[in-house]
């Protein structure tokens, strides 16, 4: 029997009460709202292969193929979510409802107290102070407030009152207590040293414990520091230190059979640039050769011959697999013909018999045990991968691209070139030897700038990554400084962590005025425990349980459009032909392409300071 799905909205009331005038009894009936349902649009829909796929040409059922085994480790393909619409959406009903005095729901973070409560408390003189703090933001919408979201601001900015570090009257305004921070992180990220500033009660001998008890374990406050009435965090910081931490597998080249790994030949041949190309990979050169023997064709001898020959195609593991790709490239560049659709379509209803069905199911059942066996397959490959010292040589001397006054605009969001704001200075750029965590190798890179723009820094780590792992002449950084504009997509959130601001400039004056100066080092003890237990031994669990990394890079190698070919040979203008007008029904923008390659990770919508301090 059809399920039968109502929307309690839709119901009028002189119906919603009469089962009888419906189909089913009210406990066959399942209902959804309306929120549950626009969710669904932000999930994930797990990959997976359909009768109706197994009786398309042979070149399309490829492609179906290499999407289950590329696209994500987890077999998960993204949509993308219109987070700018919905914020502005959220804020025009707010407003609405400001304007018509209804009641507006009070922020997360407040604290509501009674009229007689905030009258009988006590009044205690405030100070304006230094709040050194470190967290994991796991689980955190970002550093910043938000009035409807759990973010690190909010719970701290909770934990002041119930520890009576700020008074009920302000316990529901965080302006009233001056609440600057030095540098805002993003939804994930992490920081083992951050401070904000604002007038605290810190009275109490006791206060930091206070404040700790009230935080999440996730959420430590190292120390309060009383400063001079017109500190600031954000505006006297001098520089910050990130530590970003990645994955050495993430700088092996695109597989062969990858719409990237093609293109990085295809334009190396056409620019007259391949033997240039091939040196730039030459401590990779065979990796995945070597990769398909070890680790796919052992699968492929217990797998029937039709489904062996259709992987093999896929993965381009005989020489003459190319030509049914190219007739799938030709193909999907030509208009789709209507008869031949209609020929198709006819074809696919056509309904099989019994037996013909239990064979079709049982092909199908073999494919996707297959894919399922081959992704896991590449993965343990790419977790044993260790990166030589000459690859790593390579990501040094990427990374050195970076350093010195240099326009980002690429590298953010919301700003143009001519902006003087896009100009930024890096102090350097370091990767650090690798360590091996859990059978996986990781590199540390640690980059020390004056400030940083909105997701900068995941944009450069992202940028380095795939000039590396591309083989592409590093030179390609500093072409990005120019006026054209590029998808650059931001890395994972989860492995960028800020290490700590710099304040010595008013570190110099504290001599002379006998204020404390800032500095985290009487505290590295704690802190480096904490960063291990809360941050490190986290990111390396998520990356374990998501593979965030390896879903990163392979859906950027199997993103078949030219946004991002600027990596190729072929240089920016290779990129710059995905701006041109087409009428292709399946074609993206830029922006539509960053949001599925990144999966809609982060609200850009409601960037503070222009896009500033984000990581």
Known sequence: MPVHIFLRRSLPPHLSSHGARFPLRTSQVRFFSFDYLRSLRSRRIPWTITREDLRKPEAELIEVVRNGIWEDPNGASRQMVDKRARHDAQQETKRRKIENGEEVKAPVYATEFSKEDIESEQRRPKKKVAVLLGYSGTGYKGMQLSETEKTIEGELFAAFVAAGAISKANATDPKKSSLVRCARTDKGVHAAGNIVSLKLIVEDDDIIQKINEKLSPQIRVWDILVTNKSF?????????????????????????????????VEYAEKEGDLEAYKARQEEVAGYWDEIDDQYIRPILENTPEDVRKLVEKVLHLNDEDQSAQDELFEKQEKPVDEETTATEQQSSEEKPTAEADEAEEARRRQIFETVKAIKAAYLRAKKAYRIPATRLARVQETLDKYVGTNNFFNYTIQKVHADPSSKRHIKSFNAAEPILINGTEWLSLKVHGQSFMMHQIRKMVAMAAMVVRCGCDPQRIVETYG????????????????????????????????????NFDKHADTINEFKQREIYDRIFREEEESNAFSAFFGHLDHYSQEEFLYVTSGGIPAAKQATVPTTGPERKSQREALAEIEGGSDDESAAPNGGEEGG
């Open 232 to 264: 600031s965090s954000y505006q006297l910081c001098d520089s910050r230190i990130y530590e970003y931490l990645i994955p050495t597998y993430c700088f092996l080249p695109p597989h062969p059979s990858t719409y990237l790994g093609k293109k990085l």
């Open 483 to 518: 006026a054209n504009k590029i998808a650059i997509p931001k890395a994972p959130g989860l492995g960028l962590l800020l290490e700590r601001p710099v304040f010595n400039s008013y570190n110099r004056k504290t001599l002379e005025t006998g204020k404390d100066p800032i």
